[in-house]
């Protein structure tokens, strides 16, 4: 699986931005997907996650609310709407796959990684 992230930028504090993940390789459709982030200095960290049907959508409690993470199977691509954008939001964001059917929330459990794309928040 291959996994390329885009729509990442620079933004103000306030504004919105949606990044996307595309797919390739195998069968989207059977995979959990999952948006983390990361900052120099400091661990990878959760953001949201969903089921492989779209149903289930689970998000950490920093971005409860102003996220939404869904996806499009048809299209291979998961999307993370990002509204009212903090600068402590500033980090490189990633997109990651997770076979089997249960969504988590450590990043050790999945298994293809996208490169990051850059979203910087300013005050």
Request: with cysteine; hydrophobic share 35%.
């Amino acid at each position: 699986v291959q996994l390329q992230a885009s729509g990442g930028g620079l933004v103000q504090a306030g504004d919105s931005l949606r990044v996307s993940c595309a797919a390739s390789g195998r069968t989207f459709s059977s995979y959990v997907m999952g948006w983390f982030r990361q900052v120099p200095g400091k661990e990878r960290e959760f953001v949201t996650a969903i089921s492989w049907n779209g149903v289930s959508a689970y998000y950490a409690d920093s971005v409860k609310g102003r996220f939404t993470i869904s996806r499009n199977n048809a299209k291979n691509t998961v999307y993370l709407q990002m509204n009212g954008l903090k600068p402590e939001d500033t980090a490189v964001y990633y997109c990651a796959v997770k076979n089997g059917m249960g969504v988590s929330r450590e990043s050790r459990e999945y298994d293809y990684w996208g490169q990051g794309t850059q979203v910087t928040v300013s005050s």
